[in-house]
């Protein structure tokens, strides 16, 4: 069969990808596996064996695979009970003032039934100062968890984040709580990444300058945590980000220096290129075999064979085989963006460079042959880097056509820097004060072209359905995939499917008219959204009460950039506190802000004084408002305030949470009213100001978080609503919401929505009806399935028609590549 790795990964990855958004009960599975079992023996018995049998096979083992993985934790039973553990230090992530996070290889179990021995990893939080070294035995009592998802859409996965690591559990305990138990001979090894780790730290500290150390760590050992945020954000922004974690590149830069090197000290073919593959693999081992590397390194090595064996080399079958192992080895790689990043872009090179080097063949020089490939990298990634990073660089093409020649001659003489500070001191400060030479020139030029303009546009994350109908369009036009050899049926299906996406996504914003309120979960906060498809409003912006957790920088402002919301027509902050407005700053400071709307002012509060601050910086206008003033978000709906009056405001200077700007949302003859964080106090200047004995009201903001100081029978009595909203941080230190508030509203029917723990909600009322939706759910209907995997769906759709294209037709022949092209 020729290229057999196109029938055996492509349904593999569609399997991964299927079970992962559609878990699969066991007996199904099992059924399946058995189904796939007895189908391949019959075809090979009665020899009726075709493709399509081996297509769902390795579906089948894409979801296997899968379902292994996830059942791998033995740890993951214990979530939400006390256990004891014993393990090591593994990897320290970071050592603050009061505060330590580990990844600790737990050897142990114990809790009061029985005990046994395991070997799993598991973060570990420490809220002291307690200084663990790497290698260190430790044994702590405490309460197993489960990391949290994203519980905003398309916000940073941290639960999938980690089980790409093999790590499924966390656990937070107090200094007092955990002890060391001694110290553990580290095996061979752990002791060698130890030593690599620390020597290239120790020799890029003592040989280069602060800033020029920091680039190399990060180059060499591919951990940009050793970069100030402004390099790092630099880099990103050229299009550098592949430098900071070792990738093909790396390898590619090294494995030619070695094979230059090895050859002209005189050693034959066949020796130099064993020689070098072992060198790089050992190298792809001390730093841990990230994706990106072991895909490099598994394609070197069947280049280098194919080459001294004189075998025609396959790059698609390569390719494909290359990624059928590693996600062999993890299938849940297929979700770091690291994985995509990687096979994307090799994947672009080997499909498009050749591409043009045809279409413009009088110019096929080296230096045109590199801007081809970094053409077809930037062709390929946009749309992956717009939905991470949701920004694209013009000045990409121009950074990576001039900076990597600087940086890949800068990889090369760190790797001889390291090799040289073993023997020599002398020739280690020479290639030291060359390699601060050649990395400052780099600085300059970067600093340069960061500071041109039009570096950076702004875009907002785009749908999968997207993302495939653009490779689609990519595909045909540079005729990887040629439309016009297909059944003319099949043609028709997929102009039609893209006409009915297009017509769709331009007509369905025109007939939309409703009022969209989202109840954004910023953790212990406030931050509500209020949108109608022309206008953005914001009551309050949530900010971290404790912690060095940017909710603004982590949470809001991501959130609204890959909505596509750069501009807000308007902010209101309740009050100032920390957890309503400590992420206003961070807004005005990133995105449009037309006006900033509050209740009073507070001369007194920092917060207030910082936001005043920005404002003029940003020029952004301040209003006070008072009550019966009304904002018009459109001719059907407005904002009108309620509260509190300027008389009450003077009886209570200081009261932040009493003097919360109250205000109600008027939309299609319903209402919603919001109540910042007012208690009783307020809660009673309220009603008492009031126009009317009795309001009814359908949606309800419940004041100050369901804390039992707020939500008197009197409130809920007089507005009696129907449904209530409770935004509050998981497992909070104030015990929000009391469980008293809570019976007060299920004693009345009253529906509760609570983001802690359905993350983000969403109010949308239309001129006839309204519709409340959650983003994590513990059950899924048929309709839910549709609606919130919608994207998805089509992803897999598309997928599914993709890989009968390529399956069935294998239209395109890649060429053979050379050693610059991986």
Same mark, same amino acid.
């Given at each position: 069969m020729r290229r057999p790795f196109i029938t055996i990964t492509i349904p593999m990855v569609i399997g991964i990808v299927f079970f992962y958004y559609f878990k699969i009960h066991i007996h199904f599975l099992l059924i399946l596996i058995l189904a796939s079992i007895l189908l391949f023996l019959f075809s090979i018995i009665f020899g009726f064996f075709k493709r399509e049998y081996l297509i769902f096979i390795f579906f089948i083992i894409g979801i296997f695979i899968t379902y292994t993985r996830f059942e791998s934790s033995v740890l993951i039973k214990f979530v939400d009970k006390n256990i004891e553990l014993k393990g090591t230090i593994e990897e320290i992530i970071y050592n603050d003032e009061d505060m330590d996070k580990y990844i600790v290889n737990v050897e142990k179990i114990k809790n009061y039934k029985y005990s046994f021995f395991n070997n799993e990893k598991m973060i570990l939080k420490i809220i002291g100062k307690k200084g663990f070294e790497i290698?260190?035995?430790?044994?702590?009592?405490?309460?197993?968890?489960?990391?949290?998802?994203?519980?905003?859409?398309?916000?940073?996965?941290?639960?999938?984040?980690?089980?790409?690591?093999?790590?499924?559990?966390?656990?937070?305990?107090?200094?007092?709580?955990?002890?060391?138990?001694?110290?553990?001979?580290?095996?061979?090894?752990?002791?060698?990444?130890?030593?690599?780790?620390?020597?290239?730290?120790?020799?890029?500290?003592?040989?280069?300058?602060?800033?020029?150390?920091?680039?190399?760590?990060?180059?060499?050992?591919?951990?940009?945590?050793?970069?100030?945020?402004?390099?790092?954000?630099?880099?990103?922004?050229?299009?550098?980000?592949?430098?900071?974690?070792?990738?093909?590149?790396?390898?590619?830069?090294?494995?030619?220096?070695?094979?230059?090197?090895?050859?002209?000290?005189?050693?034959?073919?066949?020796?130099?290129?064993?020689?070098?593959?072992?060198i790089i693999w050992i190298y792809g081992f001390l730093i841990g075999y990230p994706p990106s590397v072991l895909r490099a390194l598994i394609m070197f090595t069947i280049l280098f064979y194919s080459k001294i064996a004189f075998r025609r080399y396959d790059s698609l079958n390569t390719f494909l085989f290359t990624m059928f192992i590693v996600l062999v080895i993890n299938p849940l790689?297929?979700?770091?963006?690291?994985?995509? $990043? *990687?096979?994307?872009? /090799?994947?672009? &090179?080997?499909?498009?460079?050749? #591409? @043009?080097?045809?279409?413009?063949?009088?110019?096929?020089?080296?230096?045109?042959?590199?801007?081809y490939a970094i053409l077809s990298v930037q062709i390929g990634l946009a749309p992956i880097l717009v939905y991470y990073f949701n920004s694209i660089s013009i000045i990409s093409i121009l950074g990576n056509f001039i900076l990597i020649p600087l940086l890949s001659k800068s990889v090369v003489l760190g790797f001889i820097l390291l090799l040289f500070s073993y023997?020599?001191?002398?020739?280690?400060?020479?290639?030291?004060?060359?390699?601060?030479?050649?990395?400052?020139?780099?600085?300059?030029?970067?600093?340069?072209?960061?500071?041109?303009?039009?570096?950076?546009?702004?875009? $907002? *994350?785009?749908?999968? /359905?997207?993302? &495939?109908?653009?490779?689609?369009? #990519? @595909?045909?036009?540079?005729?990887?995939?040629?439309?016009?050899?297909?059944?003319?049926?099949i043609?028709?299906?997929?102009?039609?499917?893209?006409?009915?996406?297009?017509?769709?996504?331009?007509?369905?914003?025109?007939?939309?008219?409703?009022?969209y309120i989202s109840f954004i979960d910023v953790g212990q906060g406030d931050c509500i959204l209020i949108e109608d498809g022309n206008s953005h409003y914001l009551i309050d912006t949530g900010g971290n009460v404790f912690g060095n957790f940017d909710i603004g920088e982590n949470i809001l402002l991501p959130y609204l950039i890959k909505r596509g919301i750069f501009t807000l027509d308007g902010v209101f902050v309740t009050h100032f506190h920390d957890d309503h407005c400590k992420s206003l700053p961070t807004l005005m400071e990133n995105i449009n802000v037309k006006k900033v709307f509050i209740g009073h002012e507070n001369k007194d509060n920092k917060l207030y004084n910082n936001i005043l601050d920005v404002s003029k910086k940003e020029s952004i206008p301040i209003y006070k408002l008072t009550k019966k003033d009304k904002i018009y978000i459109n001719k059907n709906s407005c904002i009108e305030v309620l509260g509190p009056t300027e008389k009450f405001l003077k009886?209570?200077?200081?009261?932040?949470?009493?003097?919360?700007?109250?205000?109600?949302?008027?939309?299609?003859?319903?209402?919603?009213?919001?109540?910042?964080?007012?208690?009783?106090?307020?809660?009673?200047?309220?009603?008492?100001?009031?126009?009317?004995?009795?309001?009814?009201?359908?949606?309800?903001?419940?004041?100050?978080?369901?804390?039992?100081?707020?939500?008197?029978?009197?409130?809920?009595?007089?507005?009696?609503?129907?449904?209530?909203?409770?935004?509050?941080?998981?497992?909070?230190?104030?015990?929000?919401?009391?469980?008293?508030?809570?019976?007060?509203?299920?004693?009345?029917?009253?529906?509760?929505?609570?983001?802690?723990?359905?993350?983000?909600?969403?109010?949308?009322?239309?001129?006839?009806?309204?519709?409340?939706?959650?983003?994590?759910?513990?059950?899924?209907?048929?309709?839910?399935?549709?609606?919130?995997?919608?994207?998805?769906?089509?992803?897999?759709?598309?997928?599914?028609?993709?890989s009968y294209i390529i399956i069935k037709r294998n239209s395109y022949l890649f060429k053979e590549l050379s050693i610059d092209e991986i």
């Open positions: 290698g260190d035995e430790v044994s702590v009592f405490g309460i197993l968890k489960e990391p949290k998802k994203n519980t905003n859409p398309k916000l940073f996965n941290y639960k999938l984040y980690l089980q790409t690591k093999g790590i499924y559990t966390t656990m937070t305990v107090k200094e007092h709580e955990i002890e060391k138990s001694g110290e553990k001979v580290l095996p061979w090894h752990m002791k060698m990444k130890l030593n690599f780790r620390n020597n290239v730290e120790l020799v890029c500290n003592t040989y280069l300058k602060k800033q020029n150390s920091s680039i190399m760590k990060a180059i060499l050992l591919g951990d940009s945590s050793y970069l100030e945020e402004r390099d790092y954000n630099k880099f990103r922004d050229l299009g550098l980000s592949h430098i900071m974690a070792v990738s093909g590149l790396h390898i590619g830069i090294i494995s030619i220096f070695l094979i230059t090197f090895i050859s002209y000290i005189g050693i034959e073919r066949r020796a130099n290129t064993v020689l070098t593959l072992i790689w297929l979700f770091d963006i690291g994985f995509k $990043l *990687s096979f994307a872009a /090799t994947f672009f &090179i080997t499909s498009l460079t050749p #591409i @043009f080097r045809k279409k413009f063949y009088p110019y096929n020089g080296r230096v045109m042959t590199s801007l023997f020599s001191n002398g020739i280690t400060l020479f290639i030291g004060k060359l390699l601060n030479i050649l990395l400052n020139i780099n600085h300059i030029i970067s600093e340069g072209i960061y500071g041109l303009p039009l570096g950076k546009i702004r875009l $907002l *994350s785009p749908s999968m /359905t997207g993302i &495939i109908s653009y490779y689609l369009i #990519i @595909f045909s036009m540079f005729k990887i995939i040629k439309l016009d050899k297909f059944n003319y049926y043609n028709k299906v997929i102009i039609a499917y893209l006409i009915f996406l297009m017509l769709f996504n331009s007509v369905l914003p025109l007939v939309n008219n409703q009022i009886q209570n200077v200081g009261d932040e949470n009493n003097t919360s700007l109250v205000l109600m949302l008027k939309a299609y003859d319903r209402e919603a009213l919001f109540t910042g964080d007012i208690e009783e106090k307020g809660e009673m200047h309220l009603l008492e100001n009031s126009q009317n004995k009795k309001e009814k009201i359908e949606f309800l903001k419940v004041p100050h978080h369901g804390s039992n100081t707020s939500s008197k029978e009197e409130l809920i009595n007089f507005f009696s609503p129907d449904y209530a909203f409770i935004q509050v941080g998981e497992s909070n230190r104030f015990n929000h919401p009391s469980e008293e508030v809570l019976e007060r509203y299920e004693k009345r029917n009253i529906k509760i929505f609570r983001t802690d723990e359905s993350g983000l909600i969403t109010l949308s009322i239309s001129p006839k009806n309204f519709n409340i939706s959650v983003y994590n759910k513990n059950k899924l209907s048929i309709e839910d399935v549709i609606l919130e995997y919608g994207f998805e769906i089509n992803y897999i759709l598309i997928y599914l028609l993709l």
